[in-house]
């Protein structure tokens, strides 16, 4: 049971040992269901947060998580507790001392509904407000968990009203206030995910543009390597652990 339970951890998913009969009440009262999934979700973090601790206590290692449009509001909460972990989202943060970063798990509306969407004017102020606090927008990182629209870091298959996919073509999915505000800013470096599949790296201007991509429904980690120079990404790397 326990090797079982790691591997539906290891996909991403969150395993709960319950009987035929409270299977039945969980369909039969949504409410219950969004309950004990905010109770499952929450506990999980809080064992992610308290490894990390253990990992990067007394170390210099710093370490920005945002947490994402799926991530109900009190993920954050949970995040803000940790001795180690900084919770960058809708914060200006200090990389280092040459570059700051900007972060916001909110997207654009997608037909998941999911809990931090809102429309492309409202994200669009979000983003401004951030860049506004910035010393110097060009040294910059913009960690926006929308990609940019129209760049292939943002391409998703066709699905239709039931969610299943409907198409076996790609179409454009991403932001365009985000790729408007690269556009306006050139910042250094941007930092995307949201769209699992799209895994790419692309050039808005001077500024490089990742999405990393996902597959933690296999079990892996997908990540990108970057070191940053004083005004331009030196060395950029995919990696999977």
């Given at each position: 049971m326990n090797e079982l339970e790691k591997m539906i951890r290891d996909?991403?998913?969150?395993?709960?040992?319950?009987?035929?009969?409270?299977i039945e009440e969980l369909k039969a009262n949504p409410q219950k269901m969004d309950a004990l999934f905010?109770?499952?979700?929450?506990?999980?973090?809080?064992?992610?947060?308290?490894?990390?601790?253990?990992?990067?206590?007394?170390t210099s290692v710093k370490c920005f998580v945002c947490p994402g449009n799926d991530?109900?509001?009190?993920?954050?909460?949970?995040?803000?507790?940790?001795?180690?972990?900084?919770?960058?989202?809708?914060?200006?943060?200090?990389?280092?001392?040459?570059?700051?970063?900007?972060?916001?798990g909110w997207t654009n509306p997608s037909p998941w509904k999911s809990y931090k969407e809102c429309s492309e004017d409202e994200l669009l102020k979000k983003i401004e407000?951030?860049?506004s606090q910035l010393k110097d927008v060009k040294k910059s990182?913009?960690?926006?968990?929308?990609?940019?629209?129209?760049?292939?870091?943002?391409?998703?298959?066709?699905?239709?009203?039931?969610?299943?996919?409907?198409?076996?073509?790609?179409?454009?999915?991403?932001?365009t206030a985000v790729k408007d505000s690269i556009e306006k800013y050139g910042p250094l470096l941007g930092l995307h995910g949201?769209?699992?599949e799209a895994k790419g790296f692309t050039k808005i201007g001077r500024t490089l543009c990742v999405n990393p991509g996902s597959t933690y429904e296999r079990g892996t980690l997908l990540g990108v390597l970057i070191e940053l120079g004083d005004s331009k990404v030196e060395n950029y790397m995919p990696v999977v652990g």
């Open positions: 996909k991403g998913y969150y395993p709960y040992k319950t009987s035929p009969e409270e905010a109770h499952l979700m929450t506990e999980e973090t809080k064992k992610w947060m308290r490894i990390a601790d253990e990992k990067l206590k007394d991530d109900i509001p009190e993920i954050d909460g949970i995040i803000e507790q940790s001795e180690t972990v900084v919770n960058a989202s809708g914060k200006v943060v200090a990389v280092d001392t040459h570059h700051e970063m900007i972060s916001l407000s951030l860049v990182v913009f960690n926006l968990h929308a990609p940019p629209y129209g760049t292939g870091l943002d391409d998703a298959p066709e699905i239709d009203e039931t969610l299943k996919q409907s198409s076996r073509f790609a179409r454009a999915v991403g932001s949201h769209v699992h």
